[in-house]
């Protein structure tokens, strides 16, 4: 099996956390920006529980697209999962944990609405 190109897996990443519903999916091309990977993918889900599945689901399809060792941190908590997929870094949390850590911010991208809407709840 071929190794899929950094944007076939950005593409499967963004097909994948849209079937489990995630929500505010955001794409940060990085190539040119960062040596650690071509894309940064960030999303939310409405539970731990959500969170934790969307990134199972992501690894075993990655997985499936060739990627070799699919590093996966934080699935237990289920509050922020970073999913190491190679040339595509996906960052998945519940929305109050994304707007307190802001990554868009750092990537001089503005964090979604619904995101800010739930520190303000």
Same mark, same amino acid.
């Given at each position: 099996?071929? !190794?899929?190109?950094?944007? #076939?897996?950005?593409? !499967? ?16 091309? !990085? #190539? ?15 539970? #731990? ?10 690894? %075993?399809? !990655?997985?499936?697209?060739? %990627? ?11 509050? =922020? ?25 750092? =990537? ?10 739930? %520190?303000?709840?």
């Amino acid at each position: 099996m071929s !190794l899929a190109t950094s944007t #076939q897996l950005v593409g !499967l990443v963004e097909k994948s956390l849209d079937d489990d519903k995630a929500e505010n999916i955001v794409v940060i091309d !990085l #190539q040119g920006k960062s040596s650690m990977a071509d894309y940064m993918v960030i999303a939310s889900g409405r539970s #731990q529980r959500q969170v934790a599945a969307m990134a199972e689901h992501l690894r %075993v399809k !990655l997985k499936e697209q060739g %990627v070799g060792e699919v590093g996966l941190e934080g699935v237990r908590a289920g509050d =922020w999962v970073l999913i190491d997929g190679g040339d595509v870094i996906v960052h998945l949390f519940r929305p109050e944990v994304r707007s307190f850590y802001n990554l868009e911010k750092m =990537w001089g991208m503005a964090l979604p609405e619904q995101d800010r809407a739930a %520190v303000m709840a």
